[in-house]
């Protein structure tokens, strides 16, 4: 078997193979190359660069089993035995998406464990189970999100051969599987890719330090590493599609950028497959290029999850108007942001102090994922506040009614359609002494703009914090949590039935409101979703003429008389003509 190995910087290069060292040859193009019949599935190796040691994990390592310093083992992808020939995954436009953190989702945190709560997802209606990053990262828990052997499924999670006994497990249950990837930036523990070439550039600076290098010298092969590792989990762990982190982070001045080129070679492999894959972008720049179709001078992106619409949504619901939510906090806000999914479109934002956004004119709400929580917006708060520790049960059944009533993909953070109380803190498992106290002493100074306490900030890197983020599914047996789980499951149903729910079409949404009674209304076809979000009764004007019925409410006391639905304080009704 040849191992190869791209290491441009290095003079010479050898491969450690279970502690014997074979010289490599170097090829064109920075490529080093040796044949051995000892390198089998299953097998340890590592390289030696110049003669430095230790030596070092393979780039493209498929398993890492002693974690992000330890060597790279061999993996045959073709030995698992896969039961979802005929697996097709349901269309973007019909989804239903459920975002999972493995680590927390059940007590083991493992992939396998995970698979024992499928049932669950799918008596409530999800159609796309999201997995937050899984790739090697330092420690044995965490977000996920400082990965550095991007081709390797985490060793503490179960490694590729769990992971795809997660995959398949799903896809028997009719759920389709998305992986959250990181292309932005790499961990700062276990980040050996500088030493072998120009992974990264001093040229952009990100949140996370330099930039990954995507347009100067020795980018083509950075491009093809990220490239071929999405094509990897789409065709050897059977991924249905992925969710790109923080697309605003990667720096591109090429004339194909980057995420256009992954688009394209993923619309191949689509064909190559005979099955749907998607691609969802992270964006906070409120561009629309990223999703319109590349004919139309886009990058082709199948959709981007929409933070604006979840800011005007969660600042109408809790008051909060501290950091980024200072833009954000009246109902016309909440209003546009379901007219077209952006609040700012080229508006001037006092929080940036500029204008910020374009117009998303034209695109299909199918190209927005809608959400009320996700790991972001909850695990970034000091004490990893959910909105069930934010707001009444009523207001949760209103912020969920607009969520899956909306012209959006509707997203779901585990446990949220229970109320969980568990919280879902920011949590490290780093073994470097020096990072570790770093992260906890970072995190504290994070959180100055919202104006809270440090000294109640838990320890990331406390072993209580992890634990405390696990979710409790004794819950689901008890009141409020019950009660909650069932509005999602009607929610879900009801949208499954009406079309004009899930049509996408935001222009075709009659909306209006009366910011100082509180109150929102919201049309679409034949279904009217009304909202009092005031501490006192109100009546609420609904069309004349056309007797309503009422569909689903989230307090018995609602009524309709006439023209006008009665709905108690923090109440939600969904009429049907």
């Known amino acids: 078997m040849i191992i190869r190995v791209w290491a441009p910087a290095a003079h010479n290069v050898q491969l450690d193979l279970d502690g014997d060292r074979l010289p490599m040859v170097r090829a064109d193009g920075g490529w080093w190359s040796v044949d051995t019949p000892r390198a089998l599935p299953g097998v340890d190796y590592a390289f030696v660069l110049d003669g430095a040691e230790p030596p070092l994990p393979d780039p493209r390592s498929q398993s890492q089993p002693h974690g992000v310093h330890?060597?790279?083992?061999?993996?045959?992808?073709?030995?698992?035995?896969?039961?979802?020939?005929?697996w097709n995954a349901p269309a973007l436009d019909s989804a239903i998406v459920y975002e999972m953190h493995v680590g927390t989702f059940t007590a083991t945190g493992t992939f396998d464990a995970a698979i024992d709560r499928l049932s669950h997802l799918k008596d409530l209606g999800i159609t796309h189970v999201e997995l937050m990053p899984i790739v090697e990262f330092s420690g044995d828990r965490g977000w996920g999100y400082d990965g550095v052997d991007i081709f390797a499924p985490h060793h503490a999670y179960g490694g590729p051969e769990g992971l795809k006994r997660l995959v398949d497990a799903c896809h028997s249950r009719g759920l389709a599987v998305l992986l959250d990837v990181v292309y932005n930036h790499f961990g700062p523990s276990g980040n050996y890719l500088p030493r072998f070439g120009p992974y990264l550039t001093h040229r952009y600076a990100t949140p996370w330090g330099d930039a990954v290098n995507f347009d100067e010298r020795g980018s083509d092969e950075v491009r093809r590493l990220f490239c071929d590792n999405a094509l990897m989990w789409l065709r050897d762990y059977h991924f249905d599609g992925l969710r790109i982190d923080a697309v605003h982070a990667i720096v591109d001045t090429s004339a194909i950028h980057f995420l256009e080129q992954l688009a394209n070679e993923v619309a191949v492999l689509e064909q190559e497959l005979g099955r749907r894959l998607v691609l969802i972008a992270e964006s906070d720049l409120n561009d629309p290029r990223l999703v319109r179709a590349r004919e139309l001078g886009g990058y082709g992106l199948s959709a981007q999850w929409s933070d604006d619409f979840h800011h005007a949504l969660h600042t109408v619901l809790t008051g909060e108007r501290a950091g980024y939510y200072a833009d954000f906090g009246s109902i016309p806000d909440l209003a546009k942001a379901f007219r077209q999914a952006w609040v700012y479109d080229g508006r001037y934002s006092n929080f940036r102090g500029r204008r910020h956004g374009r117009s998303p004119a034209g695109l299909s709400g199918h190209h927005f994922l809608g959400y009320t929580q996700t790991h972001d917006q909850i695990g970034n708060r000091a004490k990893g506040d959910r909105s069930a520790h934010l707001m009444s049960t009523g207001r949760l059944k209103i912020a969920a009614a607009l969520i899956l009533t909306s012209p959006f993909v509707p997203m779901l953070f585990q446990g949220e359609e229970w109320g969980a109380s568990t919280p879902f803190l920011y949590f490290?498992?780093?073994?470097?002494?020096?990072?570790?106290?770093?992260?906890?002493a970072g995190r504290k100074r994070e959180f100055a703009a919202f104006g809270w306490d440090p000294q109640e900030i838990p320890d990331p890197q406390g072993l209580e914090t992890f634990e405390h983020s696990k979710l409790d599914w004794g819950e689901l047996s008890r009141e409020p949590h019950r009660g909650i789980l069932e509005w999602h499951r009607e929610l879900i149903r009801l949208r499954a039935t009406m079309p004009e729910v899930r049509d996408g079409r935001m222009d075709l949404s009659d909306i209006a409101f009366d910011e100082d009674a509180r109150w929102l209304r919201v049309t679409r076809g034949r279904v009217t979703i009304a909202c009092n979000l005031s501490a006192a009764p109100k009546s609420i004007p609904i069309a004349s003429g056309t007797p309503h019925r009422i569909a689903m409410a989230s307090d018995a006391r609602v009524a309709v008389r006439g023209s006008q639905v009665e709905l108690p304080p923090d109440s939600v009704a969904i009429l049907l003509r």
């Open 70 to 86: 330890g060597g790279s083992r061999l993996v045959d992808h073709s030995t698992f035995n896969w039961a979802d020939a005929n």
């Open 428 to 440: 490290t498992g780093h073994e470097d002494p020096d990072l570790a106290r770093a992260v906890s």
